[in-house]
Nanobody
Framework: QVQLVESGGGLVEPGGSLSLSCAAS????????IGWFRQAPGQEREGVAVIQHNDGKTYYSDSVAGRFTISRGNAGNTVYLHMKYLKPEDTAVYYCSFGAIRMGYVDDFGLEALPKALNYWGKGTLVTVSS
């Protein structure tokens, strides 16, 4: 059974930095994606950054590319999201998610298609960017 536990959310001023962690357990050795998604009030859940397990390829949404970095711990059981130059529009609940999906799915359908295909979600951690 896959379990995902997020931590690291909080209040940060615009222009600041924050890092999130996702402790993952029960991950299979097969093809999958793991990464971060967010949902702001009144908006749909959107992909932020994910890792394609087979080759470590990373994908970012246009809104965070160049500001956010996704990475994994050495053992592969922790996924990090390092966020910098934060903006008020980055305010959202951030979720860690996993899906046993074939390699190449995001190349074929885009990051925006991934949320509906994912199997497991953490409970989320709130990030608020405000002065």
């Amino acid at each position: 059974q896959v379990q995902l536990v997020e931590s690291g959310g909080g209040l940060v001023e615009p222009g600041g930095s924050l890092s999130l962690s996702c402790a993952a357990s029960g991950l299979p050795p097969d093809s999958y994606y793991i990464g971060w998604f967010r949902q702001a009030p009144g908006q749909e859940r959107e992909g932020v950054a994910v890792i394609q397990h087979n080759d470590g390829k990373t994908y970012y949404s246009d809104s965070v590319a160049g500001r956010f970095t996704i990475s994994r711990g050495n053992a592969g059981n922790t996924v990090y999201l390092h966020m910098k130059y934060l903006k008020p529009e980055d305010t959202a609940v951030y979720y860690c998610s996993f899906g046993a999906i074939r390699m190449g799915y995001v190349d074929d359908f885009g990051l925006e298609a991934l949320p509906k295909a994912l199997n497991y979600w953490g409970k989320g951690t709130l990030v608020t960017v405000s002065s």
